[in-house]
């Protein structure tokens, strides 16, 4: 659970299309700063300018633009870590966004459990667990 970390900004997140206001809550008891876009321009500079330490997007992974705009993303951020709302199989999703670096998938965002799962993932790579 969130508790595991020191309350310290850990940085910022980027809640691209996320529609659960209960992210920025459970984001925020963990120790990170959010940030709540729907613009791919403003996604694009915001990577761009702040190098955010996790976006997490729910988008349509089938369509070539996410694809497209994902990878653009990851090009202008490649220390950014990406966190994909979708239901899509784990095979397709590797198919789709290979190389992207994706930190982890949620079948829905109404799945938190599965958003502390990926953030204490992240925390104990970059090694902010404590």
């Known amino acids: 659970m969130a508790d595991q970390t020191s309350k310290s900004d850990l940085g910022l997140v980027v809640l691209y299309k996320i529609g659960n206001a209960d992210y920025s809550k459970q984001l925020s008891n963990f120790g990170f700063t959010t940030k709540e876009l729907n613009d791919p321009d403003l ?3 915001t990577c ?3 190098t ?3 976006v997490i997007v729910n988008l349509d992974l089938e369509s070539d633009a996410t ?3 994902l990878t653009q ?5 490649w220390q950014t870590y990406l966190i994909v709302i979708s239901d899509l199989d784990e ?3 590797h198919d789709r966004l290979e190389g992207l670096g994706i930190l982890g998938r949620i079948h829905n965002e109404s ?3 599965a958003l502390d799962s990926l953030i204490n993932k992240f925390l104990r790579i970059t090694g902010k667990a404590h």
């Open 43 to 45: 996604l694009l500079k």
């Open 48 to 50: 761009a300018d702040l």
């Open 52 to 54: 955010p330490a996790i």
């Open 67 to 69: 694809v497209k705009l």
């Open 73 to 77: 993303m990851v090009k202008t951020s």
């Open 91 to 93: 095979d397709r999703i």
């Open 111 to 113: 799945d938190l459990p």
